[in-house]
């Protein structure tokens, strides 16, 4: 089997790619987080002219009606560029749900977004700049407008992933599915979680590296002290290695064995970005602490994604859960140290 990406795919990966550099620098994200709004209308205006918001969704609707790799190739851009947009999530989780459960599409495909709340996460990401909010009750998922909730916002160590607790009061006319939505939003959240942190891993050693090769120490770059390349290359081998993970549990039809392949993608994906954020700051010294310096951006993203959408121990349950009740003969190929771990979290 080839696993190699489709020509449209890379090219789809370097426009998204591209056109993020271009509008999501650090300066871009300081004068966001300067101005209080939500997100850069302008940056958001542009993603949706580029049909993002639809990768998702069936061409039947408007969309472009791509799959879950081309969904985790932009995640990965969006996780490379620290994006505070609700993208991912939109595209990649409520516009699939809105598919499967029938609703109309046009506002979410035309610069609207919606909000998920799902019982994995304690929080609502991105609430009060939804026009809707997707909201479990019980086995029922509820589309259900922003003014008919009230938003109380929470704690968060990532500043642009905006948090809010939600009070709202199911009613029988806006529930638009059942449990099966809610388990097909929990597993692409997860997958598409991962992709991002894999690119804000890449992201953190490559600043990592360019400073490097800057700040000199002794008369020489630190990047040629053997304990700065030691850092970084463990940094990027942990990222090599969990991105096939990824982009493997991305391709996988909708399953048993996708979903423990999903949560092994996230928690290659959460390690790396954990080696490559804390590698990227060590790098920098105390300037990786400072405002100054992007790699802090990545290092509070990396800690808010590393916890959505089920944490560690969660995905590793579910690939200890999977390699213990799997009958002989079939894939057990996983990450054995994490299968440890849960084992013995449960002792």
Not at 15 to 33: E, F, I, K, S, Y
Not at 173 to 191: M, V, Y
Not at 216 to 240: D, M, R, Y
Request: negative net charge.
């Amino acid at each position: 089997m080839d696993f190699r990406l489709a020509e449209e795919q890379e090219m789809l990966a370097e426009m998204v790619g591209q056109m993020l550099a271009d509008t999501c620098t650090g300066a871009d994200l300081r004068r966001l987080h300067d101005s209080g709004e939500p997100r850069d209308a302008v940056r958001w205006d542009q993603i949706v002219a580029m049909g993002l918001p639809g990768t998702m969704a069936p061409e039947r609707d408007g969309g472009s009606g791509l799959g879950q790799v081309e969904m985790a190739l932009i995640a990965i851009a969006c996780g490379h560029a620290a994006l505070p947009e609700p993208l991912v999530e939109h595209a990649g989780i409520a516009v699939p749900m809105l598919a499967a459960a029938g609703a109309d599409l046009g506002n979410a495909l035309s610069g609207g977004t919606v909000a998920i709340g799902h019982s994995v996460n304690p929080f609502v990401a991105d609430a009060d700049a939804a026009d809707a909010l997707l909201l479990a009750d019980g086995d029922a998922v509820h589309l259900v407008p922003r003014d008919a909730v009230t938003l109380v916002r929470q704690p968060s160590i990532d500043p642009f992933r905006r948090l809010f607790s939600v009070d709202w009061t199911p009613a029988s006319a806006t529930r638009i599915g059942g449990d099966a939505l809610l388990d097909a939003a929990l597993d692409r959240g997860a997958l598409f979680a991962a992709a991002q942190l894999l690119g804000l891993a890449q992201r953190a050693v490559d600043l990592a590296v360019a400073y490097s090769k800057d700040r000199q120490q002794f008369g020489k770059p630190i990047g040629s002290f053997q304990a700065v390349k030691h850092h970084l290359a463990t940094a990027q081998v942990k990222i090599e290695f969990a991105r096939p993970v990824v982009l493997a549990a991305a391709a996988m039809p909708a399953s048993p064995l996708a979903r423990t392949r999903i949560s092994h993608a996230k928690l290659a994906a959460t390690a790396a970005a954990e080696a490559a954020t804390h590698a990227a700051v060590q790098v920098h010294g105390a300037m990786g602490y400072s405002w100054e310096v992007d790699v802090h951006f990545l290092l509070k993203r990396s800690l808010a994604l590393g916890q959505a959408w089920g944490t560690p121990a969660f995905h590793r349950a579910r690939v200890a859960d999977h390699i213990m009740s799997a009958p002989l003969g079939s894939d057990r190929t996983f990450d054995v140290a994490s299968v440890g771990e849960a084992a013995r979290e449960a002792a």
